[in-house]
């Protein structure tokens, strides 16, 4: 499969520590993109990376990329609640027009 | 960001039935529509490519007979599940990406769940 697998499948932590969650893929890629889905909704839209970037920040998101080892990491800082949600990754492959989506990671933050 | 509207947001029908499912691109004109499906606690899988004004492109192992899809104009693709039963039930995403943008940033709808009875 050309889809990003995931790691863990599950993760529960508490309030205020920081989760990480990794990716990994198969092919080649132009950019790896992080998605947030809260229960029964859509997508939103966290960070994209480009293939010669190799780290990335955004507000308390930081994103990794090692393309030699072809993975991706997420890490969200002091986390709240309100990160419940799953996260994927996704990746266009190059020559493609499409993301390919990976098989997420359901986090759990306790109060 | 843009804003990307699906509608309706659920719908129950009966085995048999076809069922429509209309996206829309409310700030922007989208040349190009994506429709995924995701059945639950999984990922989104790729269903079709909707282009404007051409056939949909679909992935393979996804029936175009049974899924069809129409992008009319820049701001309205729609997904049609006809004769529809119980395993078609999941929930179904559309996204859309700007002209002249490549396909790095897609703008997700919030997706219509689909329960056939």
């Known amino acids: 499969s050309q889809q990003g697998e995931e790691d863990p499948q599950a993760l529960s932590i508490q309030e205020g520590e920081n989760a990480t969650m990794n990716c990994s893929y198969k092919?080649?890629?132009?950019?790896l993109q992080w998605y947030r889905q809260n229960s029964g909704r859509g997508l939103v839209h966290l960070i994209l990376?480009?293939?010669?970037?190799r780290e990335k920040h955004s507000g308390r998101l930081r994103v990794t990329l090692d393309t030699s080892k072809k993975s991706s990491s997420l890490l969200i800082t002091a986390s709240r609640a309100a990160d419940t949600a799953s996260y994927f990754c996704?990746?266009?492959?190059?020559?493609?027009?499409?993301?390919?989506f990976g098989q997420g990671t359901r986090l759990t933050i306790n109060p | 960001g843009a804003v990307v509207s699906q509608h309706p947001s659920w719908v129950i029908c009966k085995s048999g039935t076809s069922v429509k499912i209309e996206c829309r691109s409310l700030?922007?004109?989208?040349?190009?529509m994506f429709w995924y499906r995701q059945f639950p606690k999984q990922s989104l899988m790729l269903m079709a490519t909707?282009?404007?004004?051409?056939?949909?492109?679909?992935e393979q192992g996804v029936e175009k007979d049974k899924f069809l899809i129409n992008h009319a104009s820049l701001t309205l693709s729609t997904l049609t599940v006809t004769s529809a039963h119980p395993e078609d039930s999941s929930f179904y995403i559309c996204?859309?990406?700007?002209?002249?943008?490549?396909?790095?940033?897609?703008?997700f709808g919030p997706g219509t769940r689909l329960t056939v009875l």
């Open positions: 996204s859309a990406r700007e002209p002249g943008f490549s396909t790095d940033t897609q703008y």
């Open positions: 092919t080649s890629i132009n950019n």
């Open positions: 990376i480009r293939s010669n970037e």
């Open positions: 996704a990746i266009i492959i190059q020559g493609a027009q499409k993301l390919v």
């Open positions: 700030d922007f004109q989208a040349t190009t």
């Open positions: 909707s282009n404007e004004g051409s056939k949909a492109t679909y």
